[in-house]
């Protein structure tokens, strides 16, 4: 079939803009941990953040500062870094994590969220059964930031297939807002990485049985 369409693509384009395309999907569908890296940051990385708790958007840098170290120093922490609120990928996912507040409440664990922007936080927080703070300097996407150009994002599989899900499960977005920079699950006991999931390409859910049986570890 692959080959029949990029015959396709050779008769309408010509040959050369067709190797030029196929390249350049090939190129976009590869492991991004190959094309934009994918290094996990250290907690301690993450303890040094400074965060202002999102009660409503208009509020936001007038809220007092919350260092991230002071939130992971009270329990454990099960922290959504989230590429971009008005996502409907990024709200399936946020969904699915949030069916984990009960066993997360039992063993004593946070559960919250960090964005890099704060617009449509609000919109969010349906699906999302924590408390939700801006990280204006972004370490929670660092310090080696993954930012997935958009030509790259649209030519992979990958992006398809998860829209799908969020559709099958009814979830509905919109397209305001910075989308390119990934983001990540974390889970934390105060300086410890117990479990770290980097988002790969947009929509790429951590897995929640994984994460489920990291929580069930604790006592």
């Avoid at 976009?28 to 040094?48: D, E, M």
């Avoid at 500062?65 to 590429?83: D, G, H, N, T, W």
């Avoid at 960090?114 to 617009?119: A, C, I």
């Avoid at 899900?165 to 397209?175: F, H, I, L, P």
């Amino acid at each position: 079939m692959l080959v029949m369409f990029f015959s396709m693509i050779g008769k309408y384009l010509g040959w050369g803009a067709a190797s030029a395309l196929t390249g350049a999907v090939l190129y976009a569908n590869l492991p991004t941990r190959f094309t934009i890296g994918a290094v996990t940051p250290a907690a301690s990385y993450l303890a040094g953040a400074k965060l202002h708790k999102v009660d409503s958007e208009k509020d936001v840098l007038t809220a007092p500062v919350i260092k991230a170290s002071e939130l992971f120093k009270k329990s454990p922490a099960l922290v959504m870094a989230v590429r971009r609120p008005g996502c409907a990928l990024c709200r399936r996912e946020a969904a699915e994590l949030s069916t984990l507040k009960d066993e997360l409440d039992k063993k004593g664990i946070q559960f919250f969220g960090v964005v890099h922007e704060y617009k449509g936080v609000e919109g969010f927080k349906p699906f999302f059964k924590g408390d939700v703070y801006y990280d204006e300097e972004k370490r929670f996407y660092g310090p080696n930031q993954r930012w997935l150009p958009l030509w790259m994002g649209f030519l992979r599989l990958d992006t398809y297939l998860n829209a799908y899900k969020a559709k099958k499960r009814g979830v509905k977005g919109n397209m305001e807002g910075e989308g390119r920079l990934l983001g990540g699950v974390y889970f934390l006991d105060d300086d410890q990485m117990v479990y770290a999931h980097l988002e790969k390409s947009w929509g790429d859910a951590a897995n929640v049985g994984e994460i489920l049986a990291a929580v069930r570890k604790f006592n």
